[in-house]
């Protein structure tokens, strides 16, 4: 069974700065894509960045400007870091990657709060 565990979570200030970490335990080339999702009790899962095998991102609107997801091939380890949070941040972050089968896996989930 994949395992993805994600790290970095917890309570900061409006305007301050967050970086979030998955570590997985098998090769990140196995996965053809890999992201960060998040969600807030009452609403529906969603796309905050991802990363393509062959390096392209995506974003969500929201966070442009603000997010950036990297990839550590040596480290086996994902990375969002986060500036400028605001309040409407505040999620449970996931972490995913969907493998060579399709198959989406992922983490548990990490607290991010954005206090203003």
């Known amino acids: 069974q994949v395992q993805l565990e994600e790290s970095g979570g917890g309570s900061v200030q409006a305007g301050g700065s967050q970086r979030l970490s998955c570590t997985v335990d098998i090769s990140v080339f196995n996965f053809w894509r890999m992201g960060w999702h998040r969600q807030v009790p009452g609403r529906e899962r969603e796309l905050v960045a991802e990363?393509?095998?062959?390096?392209?991102?995506n974003y969500a609107d929201s966070v442009k400007g603000r997010f950036t997801i990297s990839r550590d091939d040596v480290k086996n380890a994902l990375y969002l870091e986060m500036n400028n949070l605001k309040p409407e941040d505040s999620a449970v972050y996931y972490c995913?990657?969907?493998?060579?089968?399709?198959?989406?896996?992922w983490g548990q989930g990490t607290q991010v709060t954005v206090s203003s």
């Open positions: 995913m990657g969907t493998g060579r089968n399709r198959f989406d896996y």
């Open positions: 990363m393509i095998a062959d390096g392209r991102t």
